[in-house]
């Protein structure tokens, strides 16, 4: 099994920046993708950054790419999300997730694939 825990949410006016942290625990050695998602309220879960965790490769979503960098410490336990130039189509509960799964790289941020996950931490981004 393996635990994750966010942290580095919180309110920023547009155009700041805030990174967030997902600390893996447990199982970590299992673990070959980590990745962010968020959900605003009355909207799907949107993928936003991957990381495969051995390679180093990372895959953006459009709406997030140039602006947020997704990153991980040398441990390949923990995994950061900087985010610069927010606006508030930013604002939502983003949530760390792990996956053990082989995962073709066009599906990377399809959530279906990830089998652990975090209880997310609130970005809020005021105009």
């Known amino acids: 099994q393996v635990q994750l825990v966010e942290s580095g949410g919180g309110s920023v006016q547009a155009g700041g920046s805030l990174r967030l942290s997902c600390a893996a625990s447990?199982?970590?050695?299992?673990?070959?993708?980590m990745a962010w998602f968020r959900q605003a309220p009355g909207t799907e879960r949107e993928g936003v950054a991957v990381?495969?965790?051995?390679?180093?490769?990372?895959y953006y979503a459009d709406s997030v790419k140039g602006r947020f960098t997704i990153s991980q410490d040398t441990a390949k336990t923990t995994v950061f999300l900087q985010m610069d130039s927010l606006n508030p189509e930013d604002t939502a509960m983003y949530s760390c997730?792990?996956?053990?799964?082989?995962?073709?790289?066009?599906?990377?941020?399809?959530?279906?694939?990830?089998?652990?996950w975090g209880s997310g931490t609130q970005v809020t981004v005021s105009s």
């Open positions: 990381m495969q965790t051995l390679s180093g490769l990372t």
């Open positions: 447990g199982s970590t050695y299992a673990i070959d993708y």
């Open positions: 997730a792990a996956s053990s799964r082989a995962i073709e790289r066009s599906q990377w941020l399809v959530r279906e694939y990830y089998n652990y």
